[in-house]
């Protein structure tokens, strides 16, 4: 069987969540299956498409178009073609993988991962742009067009089941896992000795300013100098986030670090003193289970898909109320018997999530 798998977002300099999701599924994959052949599709200029990863194995192949993007997405938009398929001649796919959320046009039967619906849940939370973006995408109509729709967690394919109308026996939860590449020391930054880590692109759905409203309460109540780090590129609407550090009175105590690559990330974790993650809405959460793999404990919001996540190893606060997560912070860092056992509860749940896991899952999927 030929499959084709659309790896079109990888050429991002800068790849979120779902770019590291990619690369560890696809890397698990073809670990995994050596029987049936993968056609790797990607658009780009030449500049952008040397970023793709490398993937060496016998049944994988690539075809590359030097296309831009926009191009490409303007043409599918337009005139609803070319098909992508018409696009990887001499090769006859069988089917198709979509990773993430793209411009589609196949004739063929397809799988696409769904990994939250928050353009549809909190609209308020994304620029003009990728409203439009979205609506140009028309994801209802490519998910109902799906084969199969995989999900990271139950609370995604309920939303599925909500706002599309999706058939849940369509829909197949894959959890994503934690680990891989992770390891490496983070280089030209000095951590302060005790700190509190939150990781995440500086956007609102992250509730960035309720953790830097909830640190200086806590820093009030408690005398405590411990310090804040907060990691991640510059989002949309970052600008309040960045002034609210500026303006803050223990400015000199919170530590701005922009993008942190796959590789950097253990030491960060490693080191804090907790994780600090009341975002309002998540597909699955995987900082959280990074953190709770590297056995650092864990402070997260009590929405969407995060208690299904956590299951009992982390903290559960209202994102909607500062003072919950300042309860939470005197709780667990007053405390080092409950720091011991969320360390070792977390490390017990993330044990239960690995990449193999999740390309069986995927692969399954793709058989039928």
């Given amino acids: 069987m030929k499959i084709g798998i659309d790896i079109r977002h990888l050429t991002d300099p800068r790849p979120a969540g779902v770019g590291g999701y990619t690369k560890q599924l696809l890397a698990a994959l073809f670990r995994l299956d050596q029987e049936n ?29 030097t296309v831009p993007n926009k191009v490409m997405n ?19 796919l069988d ?89 490496a020391e983070v280089p030209a930054y000095r951590l302060p000795p ?16 309720s953790i830097i409203e909830a640190y200086e309460a806590y820093r009030d109540q408690s005398h405590d100098p411990i310090a804040l780090v907060i990691a991640g ?27 942190i690559s796959e590789e950097q990330k253990l030491r960060l974790y490693r080191d804090a003193q907790a994780f600090l993650f009341p975002s309002f809405y998540e597909g699955f959460g995987l900082p959280v289970l990074e953190a709770m793999q590297a056995g650092c404990p864990v402070i997260t919001a009590n929405t969407s898909s ?29 405390s080092d018997r409950l720091r011991s056992d969320l360390i070792k509860k977390g490390l017990g749940r993330a044990a239960l999530f690995s990449w193999e896991g999740t390309a069986r899952a995927t692969l399954r999927v793709l058989k039928k």
């Fill in 37 to 65: 052949e993968y056609i790797l599709f990607a658009t780009g200029t030449p500049w952008s498409l040397r970023r793709l990863p490398k993937f060496d194995f016998p049944n994988v192949k690539k075809v590359l178009l």
């Fill in 74 to 92: 303007g043409t599918i938009l337009i005139t609803g073609g070319p098909t992508l398929e018409s696009l990887v001649p001499g090769h006859l």
């Fill in 95 to 183: 089917r198709w993988f979509f990773p993430n959320l793209n411009f589609i046009s196949t004739k063929l039967p397809y799988v696409i991962t769904a990994h939250d619906l928050s353009y549809e849940i909190f609209p308020e939370f994304f620029s003009a742009k990728m409203r439009l973006w979205h609506k140009a995408v028309q994801p209802k109509r490519i998910f109902q067009n799906a084969s199969v729709i995989l999900a990271p967690s139950t609370s995604t394919k309920r939303d599925l089941e909500l706002f599309y109308g999706i058939d849940a026996d369509k829909i197949h939860v894959a959890p994503l896992a934690a680990g891989g590449s992770v390891g």
């Fill in 194 to 209: 005790r700190y509190l880590l939150t990781l995440g692109t500086l956007e609102p759905r992250k509730n960035h300013l």
């Fill in 233 to 259: 590129s510059l989002g949309w609407k970052s600008t309040p986030i960045v002034r609210a550090i500026n303006r803050s009175k223990y400015t000199k105590d919170i530590q701005l670090i922009d993008y």
């Fill in 306 to 334: 995060l208690p299904e996540l956590t299951a009992g190893a982390a903290i559960l606060v209202d994102p909607f109320n500062v003072n919950d997560v300042v309860v939470a912070m005197k709780l667990l860092l007053s």
